[in-house]
């Protein structure tokens, strides 16, 4: 079955404890990329990847790492966690961004750091 | 001004009713995702579209490339519609993806 893969769906954790959430795909997809979503704010882009090696910011990178090192996987990376960090972050791909093709998403990881 | 708008920003609907959730953007290339969110969570690509119209059960979503709008209509409104709409667009071909602020829709019974 094609789909994205996020793990974990819930993760408490405390402030300034690394952590990575893991995104992987079985589409070959070339795009992957990560948004968090908060209320009143909306989905906001945090990284994308538009293939291995080739990663950039969104909207809201700040305290986030990424890396693309396999074309299925595409880790998010909190080196050091805050509370504002606390939201509902998506992973998703698509085939390539520039070809109109649709997106696909993860369960989503409900994150609360304390 | 937000580079997407969507309107309504909430909206209550009786069954059966026929239903219209616009989008507006200023930035971007010629198309445009809908995505359904459920509560729960899920997030769901409905459609993607570049021109015209676009049909999937009772769901239509059309496009209007110059006036930079979209309109996406669910024929026949069931509760299981119940979920938030979200309109996006690609800023550029490879690039980022700028999200509407959703309309929440509810319908009743």
Known sequence: EAQVTQNPRYLITVTGKKLTVTCSQNMNHEYMSWYRQDPGLGLRQIYYSMNVEVTDKGDVP?????????KRNFPLILESPSPNQTSLYFCASSIRQGTYSPLHFGNGTRLTVT | KNEVEQSPQNLTAQEGEFITINCSYSVGISALHWLQQHPGGGIVSLFMLSSGKKKHGRLI????????????????????????????????SYDKVIFGPGTSLSVIP
Do not use: F, M, W
Request: with cysteine; glycine share 2%; net charge positive.
């Open chain 1, 62 to 70: 700040e305290g986030y790492k990424v890396s693309r090192k396999e």
């Open chain 2, 61 to 92: 979503a059309t496009i209007n490339i110059q006036e930079k709008h979209s309109s996406l209509h669910i024929t026949a409104s069931h509760p299981r519609d119940s979920a938030v709409y979200i309109c996006a667009v690609p800023k550029t």
